[in-house]
């Protein structure tokens, strides 16, 4: 008994018990560099002229990073309840029929076996050099990814509805990322485990081996810095930009807030996790030169679509049916028509109830 409810709700646990899990954003020493680098921010931004200071450092340190209007907000306090919820739904139930990754593994394996034979001597022998490399290539083939499947998901007007519950938080909070409807974490759930399995049955294939990867604390090693170096703080209102040359190579904080902006010159821009390169290839990088004062949500001028929690898994699925019904009529796309995301989401909302 015990057994199967471990099984069924072993991965809702490790949502819970994120501060004792290294794999986990919410893993206390990634919540700690998060606190460390908020208060330099603090300091930096206290000293700095105050036409380029964000407004909440006037209210001392602990005002500005704990801000109650913003860990308060009512966006914020749905994302918590949504967490909960989200925890049970998606990673009690959904998350069970994302495929594989062991079967994709095996199947690429066999299929190259077949195609380019099965090879008799490694292309090169496991060494210090092929796990660095690893390490490296299984970064890489995350970042990208998440970047292409985010990329889908603004870019395609059904897969969007899901997508907008993401976009829909009006603050930002450690907890925000976790604002995913289950059908938009199923769609990446099932990209990742294809495209890495694909990566390392490959990697696999050329060495005759498992392929093994550096990490701290069974973490990919680039993953944990990742994390170390403020990942937390890309939902939050604590402003953290690189210099611009970096930030085509990494993307920071500030291009995730971004990101999440209703401004028209942010919108569809900064789909990157780790790395600036894929957005830079594609025509969608954001660079920041400086602040920005940002507001966040679908609109500025609509009220938010997403009134309750109960709304947040519903809704998308009806504007999702009215998408694929409109499909067979033919129309200017909307978003190539209005590029604002907000009169994407809310005037079909509004049409549709
Ligand atoms: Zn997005
Ligand atoms: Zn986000």
Known sequence: MLTWLETLFGRTINEFIGPVLPSSHLFVLYLGSALVISMATYFWFSRAEASVRPEGVKKGMFG????????????????????????LIYYGIVAHFLISSHMVFEAIGRGLNAYWG???????????????????????????????????????????????VHHSAEVLTVMTVSRQHPVDL????????????????????????????FAVM????????????????RHSHIWLSYPPWLSY?????AQHQTHHSVDDKHFDKNFGFIFAIWDWMFGTLYVPRGYEKLEYGLSREEPNPFASVREIYLKP??????????????????RTAKPDRSQDVTERISKQG
């Not at 390490?135 to 897969?159: E, G, P, R």
């Not at 190579?249 to 904080?253: E, K, V, Y």
């Open 218 to 233: 069974n973490v990919n090693t680039i993953l944990f810095a990742f994390f170390v170096v403020g990942y937390n703080l």
């Open 186 to 213: 199923f769609i990446t759930g099932t990209v990742m485990v294809v495209l890495t399995q694909t990566v390392f049955a490959s990697f696999s294939y050329l060495t005759l081996a498992e392929p093994s990867q």
């Open 118 to 164: 099965v090879r008799a001597v490694p292309l090169f022998e496991p060494s210090v050099a092929s796990t660095l490399v690893f390490t490296f290539v299984s970064v890489l083939a995350i970042d990208f990814t998440i970047f292409i499947t985010h990329y889908i998901q603004h870019k395609v007007a059904a897969l969007w509805h899901f997508h907008a």
């Open 64 to 87: 500005y990073i704990f801000d109650p209007s913003i860990w308060l907000h009512k966006s914020a306090r749905q994302d918590y309840v949504f967490f909960v919820t989200n925890s």
């Open 317 to 334: 699925f009806r504007l999702f049916w009215g998408e694929i019904k409109s499909i067979a009529k033919p129309r200017l796309s909307t």
């Open 249 to 253: 190579i990494f993307i920071s904080p």
